[in-house]
């Protein structure tokens, strides 16, 4: 049977030290789905479904990150592709195909398409047809609505909060604060991504409200995607010194509700959204 033609998707490298490996495959351009088969005992063949093509034009490499050995393989999948979304390694507008991204995960295209289910739900990508999935693309209007939501939702609860909570528990987040200032030091977006998330996560966590913490975060996750710059045609991400910036507003922030100073809690919060943190 004649194989048909099928259009040609770009793809990066986003390589995943998985658990027992001792290293990671390096993806040089060329490498076929056989030779990372060879490298890596256990890799299953990306048999890719109708429509989807298994050949990818290399892209740019992905520095290796060890992800926790407790995650499924589809967890797995999914933290090394939201952490190419947040540091803009996955470029808006391009698809990518499940076959080409399991080569360079050294898994077989299943966990990478039920990963990628996860980010259609999620608003990160979208179903092309017989293709893969196009990253959204974004822009400064989107993130502005986001801080809008963001606002309506958290400051009320920030300032009742501040009005109720004690000082030593205010006191008790300052490991968080610091840890997402030391990934800012580092330049890692990814990590202040995640990071900053569960700074987040833990004032709100405060308020008794699961829900809430939930819509929060998925929130959040949203407004840490980079947006297009029209001028350079570009994404925009954060850089060291931006970075650095937003993580030194968690610590001011937790100053200010140690303090209750509700104002200040205010102007902080809401600034902290507009910068998209």
């Not at 099928?6 to 290293?23: I, N």
């Not at 400064?140 to 528990?169: G, H, K, N, S």
Request: hydrophobic fraction near 40%.
């Amino acid at each position: 049977m004649e194989q048909e033609a099928q259009p040609r998707t770009h793809s990066v490298a986003v390589p995943v030290r998985l658990p027992g490996q001792g290293r990671t495959t390096p993806f040089e351009p060329g490498t076929s789905a056989a030779g990372a088969a060879a490298a890596s005992p256990g890799f299953e063949p990306a048999g890719g479904t109708r429509g989807e093509h298994p050949h990818h034009e290399p892209g740019p490499p992905c520095p290796a990150r060890r992800l926790p050995e407790r995650l499924s393989l589809r967890d797995q999948v999914l933290r090394g592709l939201r952490d190419a979304l947040v540091t803009g390694e996955l470029r808006p507008g391009t698809v990518y195909s499940a076959p080409a991204l399991a080569e360079r995960f050294d898994v077989s295209a299943t966990p990478v398409r039920e990963a990628m289910q996860q980010l259609v739900r999620e608003g990160a990508v979208e179903v092309v047809q017989n293709r893969g999935f196009r990253v959204a693309e974004r822009t400064a209007r989107d993130l502005a609505e986001l801080a809008e939501v963001r606002a309506l939702i958290e400051v009320p609860v920030m300032l009742r909060l501040a009005r109720t909570m004690p000082a030593e528990r205010w006191e008790a987040l300052r490991p968080l604060a610091r840890a997402s200032v030391e990934a800012a030091a580092e330049g890692d977006r990814a990590g202040y991504a995640e990071a900053d998330r569960a700074f987040h996560r833990a004032l709100l966590s405060l308020a008794g409200n699961s829900q809430l913490v939930g819509v929060a975060d998925q929130l959040h996750r949203r407004a840490q995607w980079p947006v297009a710059d029209p001028h350079a045609g570009t994404r925009r991400a954060p850089g060291p010194a931006d970075l650095l910036a937003d993580a030194a507003e968690h610590e001011v922030l937790l100053d200010a509700l140690i303090a209750g100073d509700l104002p200040t809690v205010e102007s902080l919060v809401r600034e902290h959204f507009s910068a998209g943190a």
